[in-house]
């Protein structure tokens, strides 16, 4: 069992049963539509955090057609881009193990700055014999600036997707030898 002077300090690999990115996106203007994408890898080395989900592995609970939708140019152009990454160029830990992590977040082969919040558990024993933290963080963007822009006009005005998407990223961190 190791253990680590920093709770920064080390290498961390996502583990992939227990980590997932997921978004959250207003529907029809009143839904709340959500979503996973499950194949995700992600490092914590020495504060720098890395990660890619792969877009084929979203997990919308809806038919088929519609799935091959959200992969199309419409959405991910998944056959062209087939991951989201992050690369962290900060990240801040917070004396109440709140986090801020600032970095740039490419979807579709378009990069942009995005800062991201929430909570760091710092780096314990498991019952397996390894060492585990724990990242969950929270942001929102705008779908439109990585050019995911379909739309549909609702009857009453307005749209039937809304631009502003709430990410969460969930990391179960296990310390690498």
Known sequence: MSTTASPLAGTFNADP????FAFAVRYQGVSLFKGTLDAVEATLTDGKLEGKAQVESISIRTPEQFRAHV??????AADKHP???????????????????????????????????????????????NTRAHLNLETEIDRTEWE??????????????????????ELALVEQA
């Open 83 to 129: 991951e989201i990454t992050f690369v962290s160029t900060g990240f801040d830990v917070a004396g109440d193990n709140t986090v801020e992590v600032t970095g740039d977040l490419t979807i579709k082969g378009i990069t942009k700055p995005v800062t991201a919040k929430g909570t760091w558990v710092a780096p314990a024993p498991d019952a397996f014999g």
């Open 71 to 76: 992969l199309s140019d419409d959405f991910f």
């Open 148 to 169: 995911i822009n379909w739309n549909a006009p609702l009857p009453s005005g307005g749209v039937a997707l809304a631009n502003k998407v709430t990410l969460t990223i």
């Open 17 to 20: 049963v227990h980590s997932n």
